[in-house]
């Protein structure tokens, strides 16, 4: 039983991974579609594609149960990677973009170096928690709202971002939290 719950987190091809790489395969059709094309529409569809299956994939993995080690990884990745890219293309327009831009590498990079010394302590990977998802479907709706919204007056832009910027500020303290408990534990 043990041995066939490892293999299960071992797979690699799987309909959730394939999901996440399809999502890394959308980022530079958002970059294209933003920077080059100027189809602003198209690159919102574009990114709620991505995001779509996002909320897919997550949910297969769960309900099917093919949560894997490699999703793990590939979920978060295909996240960061159109979060940075998405900001990259908006900073183009809007300066503010560089609060969440900083903000979020910031973060990622804290939380990515705090993930690894849980997991040389623990042997464990977490997956998101709820104040994770909220800081991303905040960064998502400012994202899509600046990209939909081509005349949004300044003071919603700034009002957006100041919202995208706290709401990750919020998640990386209780991650911090939770992983220096998990650290000095050995233990979730």
Known sequence: MAEEARDRTNRILTIPNLL??????????IVWLYCWKADY???AWTLTLSGLTDIVDGFIARRFHMVSNLGKA???IADKLTQTAALGCLLTRFGAMWWLLGVLVAKETIMA??????????GAAYSAEWHGKLATCVLYATIFIHIVWYGI????SYAL??????????????YTAANLQRIKTGRQ
């Open 161 to 174: 971002t100041a919202a995208g910027v706290a709401s990750m500020l919020l998640s990386l303290s209780l």
């Open 20 to 29: 996440s790489a399809f999502r890394i395969l959308l980022v530079p059709v």
């Open 41 to 43: 529409p198209l690159a």
């Open 153 to 156: 007056p300044p003071a919603v």
């Open 74 to 76: 590939l979920d978060p």
């Open 113 to 122: 170096f705090m993930g690894l010394l849980v997991i040389r302590r623990t």
